[in-house]
């Protein structure tokens, strides 16, 4: 289903979920008005994503083992 989770740190995820965690398409909001927006698997963002920052520039990149590649 759909669903918003909020952390703690004043991130949130809202976006798809399955079996209690991120799955899917979904948006990860950070406190200081970032955001990374692509696909999460199993709790963790996954593949291809975008980083938004809070001034609006966007930059593509991909998630390898939990650290965020930019192209």
């Known amino acids: 289903g759909q ?3 909020d952390h703690a740190d004043g991130s949130k995820y809202t ?3 399955k079996d209690g965690k991120a799955n899917g398409k979904g948006t ?3 406190a200081d008005g970032s955001k990374y927006v692509g696909k999460y698997k199993n709790g963790k ?3 291809l994503s975008t ?3 809070s ?3 966007t930059k593509d990149g991909s998630w ?3 650290l965020f590649v930019f192209k």
Do not use: A, M
């Open 3 to 5: 669903g918003t989770y």
């Open 15 to 17: 976006g798809e979920w």
């Open 28 to 30: 990860h909001s950070l």
């Open 45 to 47: 963002p996954y593949g």
């Open 51 to 53: 980083k938004i920052w």
């Open 55 to 57: 001034n609006g520039t």
């Open 64 to 66: 390898v083992e939990d």
